[in-house]
């Protein structure tokens, strides 16, 4: 059989140390038995996602580990997630991401989320809006999908758009909904900025009068009466993933973004039932989709959320706890894949401190195993640990061909 | 007397670690008591070529270790390989790698090194090549040299001549010589290519009806009957070295390649009788010449090429032998220079695998000894001790700079 590799990325994963935890981050005070095999058994080291004590997006960061310069081709997060969602985004459309929201009649947020709306009423308040009719001058379409909860995508087509336009969500609770701004004088900011403020318009009027809304205001729930949009994208000019290495590549992610970034390299996407992105997705599930696909694949980038929700939420606890469901998953992985032909590769796709509850610039710890590593005998792996590693500091973008010179995909320079 | 420096570079030296050396990498099981002697009085660390992962050819690897930007000057193998074999080759020249191989009647390549010929059968062949007359309408002249064994070079010249074309090379037993195309659209493009399958038709003739061919089927050798092309170069477009340091260098290499790059860096080559880029080179040779040539240059670069043949040739235990003799190299220059005022650095232009007989992107250790660089008390060198190193992880491109700032050579930036 020929070499293999999996990366496996702990969204988050990384953070400070922690006062309470004894000076220790959450993830050197989680019970972490596979990846610390994987240490003890590997080489280690730090990465900068981008460049030392930048925060990236999650956007940029997965641009960067699947070997791509994200200065170069980071072309906005709203495409990668639309793409991610199963929109079809072609060259020239612009997407957003997207909420629904609570808004008063003063267009005040009231609620970012609408509550978390649940999955039903999202999807049949969606549906409404995919029947909002544009002006037709414009000659500009869009698609309009919700995706998990309140959070959805709006790609809008037309043989005229930009990126450069501002989003009509302030991003926090208070403030009045925004107008969509062109950010440069060109007539397609105006015209693509234009385009959102009448959806945003006709969205309303049609969700505040929607049957879905008149009964959540019975049950008691905020109503979803407003789309706030955010993060507008084009698909990035990248070369496929199996040109560039030669090797083929699958994902296994519930995440909409990090899907998208996949589909974008085109790699394939796999779905694991119970995959939720969320803290009580199916890690087990994961890992035996991974352990599969290795059958039909060279590389597999497997992908998990959760660690990074429980950060967000400065939920110390279950980031934690999370840790320990991704040591378990790494430990399925080691059990049952060829470890004389399998190179595994562990890190996060950005420090993400509880404590702020903020992706932070700190650099990620990232571990190694497989046959020709060249073994540091560091002990554990940890943020202060792995600095003591055999790769030293290593950037986002050199992890891809690092790990595919070991299993001799990465393409030589030079004769 | 002023401050000097010495560059060694064992090529393909590096490796990685391997089962039957007890998880010791090649270098790491050799004896080496003078490189271990440099690591515990010197300072050294990691070495990315050109980045991390990355597997570079040993042309721009060993721009890159003169502190040339090889991802902006490369332009080829070919010109370098024939400037190093002693041909003129001028800026617009176009040049290639090329082999004396063995072709069956259907032009199927059954040996691409005529079996290895000996030096004296290629120069005979050689110069009556040299004689064939191309059409005189293309303006195209060209240079045919052997070298060593079956290698040869072709260089030719004309006003309008492009690096744009394949070679006739397919690389493997068993394939067809196949025809050179150009790979763009040029005029000149299409033009190099017609030379050169124009040249590889003319030489076919000349060779097959050679009388060192007819006698070599009475000795039972295969025939050297076509000339394989690869590698189109042109000389790099690079300040002389001299210019960037103020500082004399010159190089110690018997590898054409090498020789060729310092010659584009306008260095000094220097001859050593016995060095013969092989295994059984003249190792103490070169360490002598090196004492003597740095009476007159502030650099010197000195290159063993048998490292890197042992461990394409997948010979284990003649890496570990050469390795041993390159300390004996490092031993006698440590013995016979001044090392108050000498600095002495110690690396390989890439990782070359005896499992894998290639180049890998894996980096390569590095260590500097000399008056006041700042020991770091690593105890071996290594490619893992020497990841515990003071100076890190660096790349290719900075370790001149490096060395070069220790005798104070390095310009500064600002004021």
């Keep these: 059989m020929g070499l293999k590799a999996i990366l496996v990325i702990a969204d988050g994963m990384a953070d400070r140390p922690i006062k309470e935890l004894g000076g220790k981050t959450p993830l050197e005070a989680a019970n972490r038995p596979s990846l610390n095999h994987m240490t003890k058994t ?21 641009l960067a580990l699947l070997g791509y310069d994200a ?11 639309a793409l991610g969602s199963g929109v079809k985004v072609l060259p020239g459309d612009v997407a957003f991401r997207c ?6 009649e003063q267009m005040t947020i009231i609620d970012r989320r609408a509550g978390r709306i649940a999955n039903e009423d999202a999807v049949q308040l969606a549906k409404s809006l995919q029947k909002v009719r544009l002006k037709k001058s414009s000659g500009v ?36 909904v925004l107008e969509a701004k062109p950010l440069d004088d060109s007539s397609e900011a105006k015209l693509t900025a234009n385009i959102v403020n009448e959806l945003t318009r006709e969205f309303h009027k049609t969700l505040k009068e929607h049957p879905v809304n008149k009964e959540r205001v019975n049950r008691g729930l905020p109503l979803a009466n407003i789309i706030l949009c955010r993060g507008a994208g ?18 296994v992610a519930a995440a909409p973004l990090v899907r998208g970034v996949c589909k974008a390299a085109e790699m394939e996407l796999i779905d694991v039932k119970g995959a939720t992105g969320t803290p009580s997705t199916n890690y087990l599930g994961k890992a035996q989709a991974t352990v599969q696909a290795l059958k039909r694949f060279d590389f597999i980038l497997l992908h ?40 595994l590769a ?16 700190d650099p990620v710890p990232i571990v190694i195993t497989g046959p020709y590593v060249r073994r540091d005998g560091v002990e554990e792996f940890g943020e202060r640990s792995c600095a003591k590693g055999g790769l030293n500091r290593i950037r986002g973008i050199d992890l891809m061909p690092t790990l595919m010179n070991l299993i001799g995909k990465t393409p030589k320079f030079g004769a």
């Design 99 to 104: 909420n629904f929201a609570t808004v008063n």
């Design 141 to 176: 379409d869009f698609l309009f999908k919700s995706t998990i909860q309140h959070r959805t995508v709006l790609s809008i087509r037309g043989p005229k758009l930009s990126t450069a336009v501002s989003g009509s969500d302030p991003g926090v609770i208070g403030s009045r």
């Design 346 to 361: 562990v890190t996060a796709d950005h420090t993400t401190s509880v404590l702020t509850g903020n992706h932070e610039g």
């Design 304 to 343: 998990v959320k959760a660690t990074d929700v429980a950060s967000h939420d400065g939920n110390l606890k279950q980031k934690i706890e999370v840790i320990e469901k991704v040591d378990g998953l790494i430990g399925h992985l080691l059990n049952n894949v060829d470890v004389d032909s399998t190179y």
């Design 71 to 81: 200065l170069k081709v980071y072309s906005g997060r709203g495409a990668l997630e």
């Design 42 to 62: 590997g080489i280690c080291g730090l990465l900068d996602l981008i460049s030392p004590g930048r925060p990236p997006g999650s956007d940029v960061a997965t």
């Design 234 to 251: 084009t698909i990035p000019n990248i070369k496929p993933f199996s040109q560039i290495y030669n090797a083929k590549a699958a994902c």
